[in-house]
């Protein structure tokens, strides 16, 4: 599992808006990081990291939804369900493709056609999915999701 980048700057002394901020705004980031590795799809791992990490923000943005206005939390955390369910999509494909192919190797039977041909099929539909994880972080990008989101955070936190 991608380990969580450690947080600066936080004091327990500071008012929970102030920590609050520093939090999501580090795990956004962390999440964000991982975008470029995600859509190029060089490494599958960068795809895993995005996901855990989109996680971690959903988590800290749950359990502090109450500070937030009810109506416009829902719009953002919404936003977020549909980024981490489309990373899943493409992640459940990985694990079983990897699972699969685990199997082959140990198999001891000389015919392995049957598993060749499910592992391909398996790789076009993810890459269907992935196909659509790119447009939808694409669609994300073009309308300014990270400045959206930061400047939504900024805005309810930096006025409670």
């Known amino acids: 599992m991608a380990k969580a980048k450690k947080i600066q700057g936080l004091d327990p002394n500071q008012p929970l808006d102030e920590c609050l901020l520093i939090i999501l705004r580090t795990r956004f980031e962390e999440m964000t990081a991982h ?85 391909i099929r398996k790789k076009a539909e993810r890459e269907q999915k992935r196909k659509l994880l790119i447009q939808h972080i694409g669609s994300l990008n073009k309308a300014g999701y990270k400045e959206h989101f930061n400047n939504f955070i900024t805005e309810n936190l930096i006025n409670t």
């Open 35 to 119: 975008e470029q590795g995600t859509v190029d799809g060089s490494d599958i791992e960068a795809l895993h990291d995005m996901r855990v990490a989109s996680r971690r923000v959903q988590a800290v943005f749950k359990m502090f939804r109450g500070i937030f206005p009810k109506k416009k939390f829902k719009a953002e955390y919404n936003e977020l369900r549909m980024l981490i369910r489309s990373l899943g999509e493409v992640r459940d494909y990985d694990v079983f493709i990897d699972k699969i192919e685990k199997l082959k190797a140990d198999s001891h039977e000389r015919d392995t056609r049957a598993m060749d041909l499910l592992i």
